[in-house]
């Protein structure tokens, strides 16, 4: 035999026992050896007298705000919370600070259940202060469901197993678990890549806290330092949504869908966990020493501080009518390929998008941190476009220097053209150096010295530890190249900021908070889920709170290039160039980025289609603030030829 082939049968030979190994699970008798481990592990007692209703929960006015709802609405918002009696409360959660205190008010008010539905879970300071709140109230006698997708979960078979067999009332499920495992390494993902495509794309892209099934928070939140301002290289400019009221019931059933569905695993049924715990035992959960203890004692005072809570949160919530809570099928990757297109059942949290968006009249805002657009969102912008008075659309996303998913940034970077021309998009780039953050390096009507005594977050300085590849909000993409959901190296190093949040204000009326980026993972392979809000002081809100990261100390504009030589025949080429299916050449792109400059002729920001919109910006070229280097080179690539990675981005 000649020794090319040998190689390649052996090659071939090699991958397919490193597949079989990786997919084999544990046997009928390992899985129920490995239960019984575990259940005798569970410790029972509880830290509160069982009898007590209460729990040892503290009094929380967030929490109260679910009675009040609840009183004030009619019978018939049982069945249906959209209904014209139901009464709800929602607030807005746009700092990191407000929405990680929150969480722990919420939790230490709980008296019956908790549940948390999560993408990713990561071991760092926010994950473990939560998970060691969701600790003691299991202890206290609450009962608390964590389900987390697998990519994403806790990142030790150690801590999964601790967790699997920690307390009775402490329960565990990882979502769509890929080769019978909680963790895989990349070459277990590379296996996975050859032998289950669709299984390894269809993740549970759906964040909820559920606390009592009264009082929920949804929106664009993990759990990891750089969703709540914690991180000291690179945090998220995020945006959660809290919610009381009848609504809560859909967010109930929702969750169970989810938990009680045959693709939710508990991990001691899974091989890497399952064998240590047959192995070793269920072993303790080791404390976490955490970077700024300081730091955490500071929100862990706000948090059981009532009148923080009550001046800072729960009296910011605005009484609001017409919520609608819309979450897709778990089974929603396995169904696309076999049920027609315009079936709602599909994909729900994309039709309710559709349904809110088609309903536009004069104006649409939308956030989204990384701005590839599906083909059948193309087609709703399109169709608004077509309109006698089409409405106009603003949309922020993130510059290269903000982001971390640079590849996505390229597909975004090839579509400039198409997205502003024929969308009608108007395009404004988040900066890495925002100056106006919400709840960061401030605090609002208070001294510092105030500030710190309740809790609020003035600085952050914990270790500088960079950024892990491993665990950011791209995670079935991340293997693909190291460091590809790492921000780009900038001109000017420091903290710096990436655009996260997922939302949309239609007419100033109707308000869209969720999971959903608008692209099409999220039509396809992600599960989402989107809370809508049809109430326009809230809208109202939302708006101004997007159109502060739209104002010109946060971002830049992208604009129409001028091109002083051969301005059409640049035109003509670069549109050709662009419309080829694969492979974009041409170097002009047809967009740029600018920067206001106020003046005494130019006051105020304008428009890109202002007359004078030149005269008061000038043009800082197609990355600002991006050094020079690989990956701004393999943005480009990314824009000539990946446009076949679109569906998976």
């Known amino acids: 035999m000649p020794a090319t082939n040998l190689i390649k049968r052996s ?201 009592d099934g009264a009082v929920g928070i949804t929106g664009g939140r993990n759990y990891q330092d750089d969703y709540y301002d914690w991180d000291s290289s690179y945090n998220f400019r995020d945006r959660d949504v809290l919610i009381t009221g009848p609504v809560a019931r859909s967010m109930r059933a929702d969750f169970e869908r989810y938990w009680f569905n045959p693709l939710s695993v508990q991990p001691q049924m899974l091989k890497d966990v399952g064998r240590h715990i047959l192995k070793q035992g269920v072993p303790p959960l080791e404390p976490h020493p955490y970077e700024s203890n300081e730091r955490v004692q500071q929100v862990v005072r706000a948090a059981e501080n009532t009148q923080y809570v009550q001046d800072t949160l729960a009296g910011r919530a605005l009484a609001v009518a017409g919520v609608q809570y819309v979450a897709d099928s778990p089974y929603k990757a396995d169904v696309e390929s076999t049920k027609p297109a315009d079936d709602p059942s599909v994909t729900s949290a994309s039709y309710a998008l559709r349904d809110v968006l088609r309903s536009a009249q004069t104006d649409v805002l939308l956030q989204t941190p990384y701005l590839v657009m599906s083909k059948a969102a193309q087609a709703e912008f399109l169709a608004l476009q077509g309109r006698e008075q089409p409405p106009a659309i603003r949309v922020s996303t993130n510059s290269l220097a903000a982001t971390d998913a640079f590849i996505a940034y390229g597909l975004s970077y090839k579509y400039k053209r198409r997205y502003m021309r024929r969308l009608g998009f108007e395009i404004y780039e988040y900066k890495p150096f925002p100056e106006q953050v919400p709840g960061v390096a401030r605090a609002p009507e208070s001294t510092e010295e105030q500030a710190q005594d309740v809790g609020l977050l003035v600085a952050t300085t914990p270790r500088n530890r960079g950024l892990s590849p491993i665990m950011k909000d791209s995670a079935a993409r991340r293997f693909w190249i190291p460091g590809s959901n790492r921000p780009v190296r900038l001109l000017h190093p420091s903290a ?76 003509t080429l670069g549109k050709l160039s662009n419309e ?70």
């Open 11 to 211: 090659a071939t030979l090699l991958a397919a026992a490193a597949l079989l190994t990786g997919c084999a699970g544990l046997s009928i008798r390992e899985k129920q050896q490995v239960q019984v481990l575990t259940t005798q592990a569970r410790d029972t007692a509880l830290t509160c007298d069982a009898n007590d209703p209460r729990r040892c929960a503290i009094p929380s006015p967030l929490h109260e705000l679910a009675g009040e709802a609840f009183a004030q609405s009619g019978a018939d918002s049982k069945n249906n919370p959209a209904s014209d009696s139901a009464r709800h409360y929602a607030l807005i959660l746009d700092s990191g600070n407000d929405a990680l205190v929150s969480r722990l008010n919420l939790i230490r008010s709980a008296t019956t259940s908790i549940d948390l539905q999560t993408y990713i879970y990561d071991e760092d300071d926010a994950g473990r202060l939560i998970l060691d709140e969701l600790i003691k109230a299991a202890q206290r006698g609450v009962k608390v469901r964590i389900l987390m997708d697998q990519l994403s979960a806790l990142k030790k078979v150690d801590t999964l197993a601790a967790v699997a067999g920690l307390h009775s009332n402490l329960q565990v499920r990882i979502f769509n678990p890929v080769l019978n495992r909680a963790r895989i390494s990349y070459p277990l993902y590379a296996a996975a890549a050859a032998c289950c495509w669709r299984k390894l794309n269809h993740r549970m892209h759906n964040k909820l806290l559920l606390v």
């Open 496 to 571: 710096l900021y990436g655009m996260h949040a997922k939302s949309m204000v239609v007419d100033r009326k109707t308000a869209v908070i969720g999971t959903h980026n608008f692209d099409p993972r999220g039509q396809t392979y992600n599960t989402e889920a989107v809370l809508i809000i049809r109430d326009n002081a809230f809208a109202e809100a939302l708006a101004t709170s997007i159109e502060r990261d739209m104002a010109p100390a946060n971002s830049w504009v992208i604009a129409p290039r001028k091109v002083a030589v051969l301005g059409g025949v640049n035109y």
């Open 580 to 649: 080829l299916p694969l492979f974009d050449f041409w170097p002009v792109s047809y967009a740029t980025s600018f920067e206001f400059e106020p003046s005494e002729q130019c006051p105020t920001p304008l428009r890109i289609r202002d007359p004078k919109f030149r005269e008061c910006y000038r043009s800082v070229g197609d990355f600002p603030e991006a050094r020079v280097g690989i990956k701004t080179l393999l943005v480009r690539f990314f824009a000539a030829f990946g446009s076949g990675l679109a569906p998976i981005m």
